[in-house]
């Protein structure tokens, strides 16, 4: 256990992990939760650049350790702990494809330079900034084209790290190994999670060894560790999980299911009173729910999600108000799965109020 000894599986995981990552040198550090991972990479970000401020957007998620709890932006999980979190996060709108109406690519981008210009809210220098190439919890925010390459570019004439929380996103199911492909994003830094354990608590932090190499050598103590880091029997699920992301293609099937479920979806729900968009990425996809008057209907997608449950479907609620419907469903559904729940899901949405 632990990085003292590291078990065989551990070594091929790392070295079979390394491969789907952009850089020809690339290095993992293995955790265990999608927190963790992010942890790891603001420490990595921090220790590279010696600038620890941070910009995360809002809207996103990151986990809900200290470290991922102060690039959360969502004051139900915010609210008890503010007085303890890091000062040093500027949060900057994320824009969205299909609304214009909150703000624009450019705008983002404006607001994004000027706090590089200005620090973070406590003074310090920026080194990082972290974002979610689609936000998941949020309710799949989908950025305009070109917005994340643009992001990157800013991020780099400002000496800063990009770091690509793909926990959610990574691994197929936005229809790329990795979602920042898809998008444009040139992350320095990449943390992937939840599928990679194959339901084993399992994650990692990405980078090249030229980042990851400004961590002080090891002099006998590690300055991060945990006691199951990177323990075999998750490393040997995960090892089946990549043969099974590589031999089937997941990313490929995900792109292909994931646009005939939004097609059908958005056939079946066009004209419904209570949906606003129905948009998505791969198998990741979002029915947005509003009020008479257009606002977010608060609870709707639980509402949603109960009555989905009762007649065997396993949906989410997501979105800050509870009003998006998120489907993340499998890249191995059946074509009768598929069509039963569309019909179910169809059937509840426009019927209730």
């Given amino acids: 256990m632990g990085d003292i000894h590291p078990p065989v599986r551990k070594v091929e995981l790392i070295e079979r992990l390394c491969r789907i990552v952009p850089w020809v040198d690339a290095q993992a550090v293995l955790t265990t939760t999608g927190s963790e991972a992010v942890e790891v990479a603001l420490k990595t970000a921090r220790i590279a650049t010696g600038k620890p401020g941070i910009v995360a957007f809002r809207g996103g998620y990151h986990g809900l350790t200290m470290g991922a709890l102060a690039v959360t932006d969502r004051a139900h999980f915010r609210s008890y702990f503010e007085d303890q979190l890091y000062k040093g996060v500027s949060f900057a ?4 494809c299909n609304d214009v109406s909150r703000v624009t690519a450019d705008e983002t981008l404006g607001l994004l330079r000027a706090a590089f210009q200005q620090g973070a809210p406590n003074g310090d220098p920026i080194g990082a900034v972290i974002v979610e190439p689609v936000q998941g919890r949020a309710g799949v925010r989908i950025p305009p084209d070109g917005f994340m390459a643009a992001l990157s570019d800013v991020a780099m004439e400002e000496g800063a790290m990009v770091i690509a929380d793909e926990i959610f996103t990574g691994l197929g199911r ?8 898809r998008l444009g994003l040139r992350p320095d830094i990449v943390c992937i999670g939840k ?4 339901g084993l608590p399992l994650s990692a932090c990405l980078s090249s060894q030229s980042v990851l190499s400004a961590w002080p050598e090891n002099d006998g103590e ?3 560790t945990n006691t199951f880091l990177g323990n075999p029997l998750s490393c040997a699920t995960a090892l089946a999980v990549l043969d099974i992301v590589e031999h089937w293609d997941v990313p490929e099937r995900a792109e292909v299911l994931g646009s005939q479920l939004l097609s059908e979806l958005q056939d079946s729900l066009r004209g419904a009173e209570r949906v ?3 948009r998505g990425r791969g198998l990741m996809i979002g029915i947005e ?11 709707g997608a639980l509402r949603v999600a109960e009555a989905a449950l009762a007649q065997g479907l396993i949906i989410l609620p997501a979105g800050e108000h509870g009003h998006v419907v998120e489907l993340t469903p499998s890249a191995f ?9 569309l019909v179910v899901l169809s059937s509840i949405i426009q019927k209730i109020h």
């Fill in 93 to 96: 709108p994320f824009p969205e």
């Fill in 174 to 181: 936005c229809g790329s190994m990795l979602a920042s492909e």
């Fill in 195 to 198: 599928v990679f354990g194959g």
């Fill in 222 to 224: 590690a300055i991060h």
């Fill in 276 to 278: 606003s968009e129905v």
């Fill in 289 to 299: 729910l509003v009020t008479d008057d257009g606002s977010p209907w608060k609870g």
């Fill in 333 to 341: 559904l059946t074509e009768d799965q598929a069509t039963h729940s």
